[in-house]
């Protein structure tokens, strides 16, 4: 008898499904109307700078709320200048927001010190999404932006599943080491069946304010033509702005800071065709 053992058959890898259907876990937030996600693949392209000014926007034509769901590294107290503010607490245990320009304002960084870092992984984040979601006083909401953390992981994945998530707008930045990031987060939602309300292409160009002109910050690559086959709108470019930059800093938003701007039309434009997006026009 021989000792040859032969290889197990070559199996292409298959993850075994979850019990059950995780989307079955979805259920409205009490009160709020639509829920619209800012999401990107790759990070710091801007998202949470887009979140907080569209929110500003939109808070003037509608009642708003910003979910700052970045557990890992929230952005949103200070860019409304709420660094070190506790929320307080109802009598029914919900977190009360805090209300900046007009904005019912949520943050992990609220009740977890700046410098501090989250390691919660799996379960917990999925609990801390959900109470971020639902132990939250948000009182009567037309509209819920959801400023995510970069990427496809945990974090979207427990949003969409606790929450049907009305919209979502991708954040770009224009060369092409970008485009695959922003592929796999078109995938992600295109799969899921969240609508793509849109891109917006963020650091688009620099405007010389002398001549003009329109320089480019970054080499423009494919982004356009994979929107066009996508059949997904560019909503907005957004230029870089140095005082974009320095508003967030400061913790007034930018469109706050500056409302006679050409960028503060760009959100309040970007505002305007969301609104149509999620057919809150008529509020
Ligand atoms: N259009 C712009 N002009 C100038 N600065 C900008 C612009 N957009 C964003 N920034 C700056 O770029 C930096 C990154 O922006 P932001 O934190 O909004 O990105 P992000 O995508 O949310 O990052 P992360 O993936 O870490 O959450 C910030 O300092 C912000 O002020
Ligand atoms: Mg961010």
Redesign the pocket.
Known sequence: MSNETTPPAQRPYQPRPPAGNPFDQQKGITGVKKILAVS?G???????????NLAVALSRRVKTGLLDA?IY?P?QPR?FGALNQRPQITSEQKLIPITRHGVKLMSIGFVVDEDSAVVWRGPMLFKAIDQFLRDVAWGELDVLVV?L??GTGDVQLSLVQKVPVDGVIV?ATPQNIALSDVKKSVDMFQRIGTPILGAVE??SYLLDEASGQKMALYPKGDLLAYLDAKKIPMLSE????????????TGVPYIESYPQAS?SAVFTDLADQILRGLKLEHV
Do not use: C, Y
């Open positions: 990107s790759k990070g710091g392209v801007g998202k949470s700078t887009i979140a907080a970045d590294g952005s860019m400023d953390p970069p954040i963020n650091m957004m230029p870089f702005q140095p005082k974009i930059a320095l508003a967030a800093e960028e």
